[in-house]
């Protein structure tokens, strides 16, 4: 079956990076695009951007370029991000979401809190 | 910077009918904008209910539709049972970027 599992909570300091990571599993990893999105406490969701497993190419919502990393490694199916220079406001869940191509989106990983707390 | 607008709570009895709508600043919806809706009840992660307009997933109820209407898209909920109660969330394609809505809350009573 398809699963999507993400690393576990973590806690930053302001002005650090995170690196979260997202290993899929049950289908074709090169085949499907990953999405990340976030979600601040008791805020709506917001698009983070875009990885093509299949190339590694990207794309990132214009609020995040500049801060934000993603990359795959197609050995163990798995797509990191990490999100530097890191302030209170980056507080938030962050989800995996698998996409077949064409805006057919489906499964999401269960979530990473990320804490930034001095 | 797009802006894509939801109803921020709805509420509906049970058995009811219920239309959600998600309408982008950039003009009328169509099917290119690829609409998908999500659904969320407290403390979960959000699970996929349509995509690209209206498809469902195979593990969603045939309540749930999703359609174009009046220059916006919708989700339609027919038959509303209380565990409908949840956060529900439109993303929109927008030009190589994606676009959430803000939510909207939907209330069962």
């Known amino acids: 079956q398809v699963q999507l599992v993400q690393s576990g909570a973590d806690v930053k300091k302001p002005g650090a990076s995170v690196k979260l990571s997202c290993k899929a599993s049950?289908?074709?990893?090169?085949?499907?695009?990953l999405h990340w999105v976030r979600q601040a406490p008791g805020q709506g969701l917001e698009w983070i951007g875009i990885i093509n497993p299949n190339y590694g190419t990207t794309n990132y919502a214009q609020e995040f370029e500049g801060r934000v990393t993603m990359t795959r490694d197609t050995s163990t199916g798995t797509v990191d991000m990490e999100l530097s220079s890191l302030r209170s406001e980056d507080t938030a869940v962050y989800y995996c979401?698998?996409?077949?191509?064409?805006?057919?989106?489906?499964?999401w990983g269960q979530g990473t809190l990320v804490t930034v707390s001095s | 910077q797009t802006v894509v607008t939801q109803e921020p709570s709805v509420t509906v009895s049970p058995g009811g009918t219920v239309t959600l709508t998600c309408a982008s600043s950039?003009?009328?919806?169509?099917?290119?904008?690829?609409p998908n809706w999500f659904q969320q009840k407290p403390g979960q992660a959000p699970r996929a209910l349509i995509y690209?307009?209206?498809n469902r997933h195979s593990w969603t109820p045939a309540r749930f539709s999703g359609s174009l209407l009046g220059g916006k898209a919708a989700l339609t909920l027919s038959g509303v049972q209380p565990e409908d109660e949840a956060e529900y969330y439109c993303?929109?394609?927008?030009?190589?970027?994606?676009?959430f809505g803000g939510g909207t809350r939907l209330t069962v009573l």
């Open positions: 049950g289908y074709s990893f090169t085949s499907y695009y």
């Open positions: 950039t003009g009328a919806v169509t099917s290119d904008y690829l």
């Open positions: 690209t307009t209206s």
């Open positions: 993303l929109l394609s927008q030009g190589g970027a994606w676009v």
């Open positions: 979401i698998r996409e077949f191509h064409g805006g057919h989106f489906d499964y």
